[in-house]
């Protein structure tokens, strides 16, 4: 439970943060609101399958909170949104990460936890400005060699993924400037 507090502390603080600094709205508050007026969006637990279409007018939005829905897919679209420092799509049926979120440079944190997701793709190397990746609980067992330059990068979370001691020791040690979170290694066949 000690290990985990860190995490937690660090997972909640990101809604805490953002309710301190700017009011995050949720949906049915926006639908007719200037978008340019709007730095902060909660849809979670909407059981939304798909991304609603006027979402990507919302182009100045700073935090976007996707998590516990059904969505599998988001529009390219959500690129534009250039000052997005938070997203979280965590809890969903992504079975990839949205290419699009490579176009994302000011992205600080991401959480992708909780789906299918079984690799990341190498344009992840380059959002520079990235502190936080939560990939939790994904059927991740490789991660792109481009994760390594992620030079703002504080902590990666890889817990609940079964991964051998060489995985781990690899990163840890590329990287030992980050907190990684593991799960204990397996001692998994080929």
């Known amino acids: 439970m000690m290990k985990l507090l860190p995490v937690l502390i660090l997972l909640l603080?990101?809604?805490?943060?953002?309710?301190?600094?700017?009011?995050?709205?949720?949906?049915d508050e926006v639908k007719?609101?200037?978008?340019?007026?709007?730095?902060?969006?909660?849809?979670?637990?909407?059981k939304l399958t798909e991304c609603p279409s006027e979402l990507v007018k919302f182009t100045n939005l700073k935090f976007l909170n996707l998590s516990k829905n059904k969505l599998s897919e988001l529009p390219n679209e959500l690129?534009?949104?250039?000052?997005?420092?938070?997203?979280?799509?965590t809890k969903n049926e992504f079975h990839e990460m949205p290419i699009f979120i490579c176009q994302l440079l000011a992205i600080q944190k991401l959480h992708l936890a909780r789906n299918q997701i079984s690799s990341l793709p190498a344009c992840i190397g380059y959002l520079s400005e990235l502190k936080?990746?939560?990939?939790?609980?994904?059927?991740?067992?490789?991660?792109?060699?481009?994760?390594?330059?992620?030079?703002?990068?504080?902590?990666?979370?890889?817990r609940s993924i079964l991964l051998k001691q060489e995985f781990q020791t690899k990163w840890q040690s590329a990287m030992p400037s980050v907190k990684w979170y593991f799960d204990p290694p397996c001692h998994c066949v080929e």
């Open 132 to 158: 936080i990746l939560d990939i939790w609980d994904n059927p991740i067992t490789v991660l792109p060699d481009e994760v390594a330059n992620l030079k703002k990068l504080e902590a990666v979370d890889m």
């Open 32 to 46: 007719n609101a200037n978008p340019d007026t709007i730095f902060a969006l909660d849809l979670s637990k909407m």
């Open 13 to 27: 603080n990101v809604n805490l943060i953002y309710a301190q600094e700017t009011r995050v709205y949720k949906w």
């Open 79 to 89: 690129g534009m949104m250039k000052h997005l420092k938070t997203l979280d799509i």
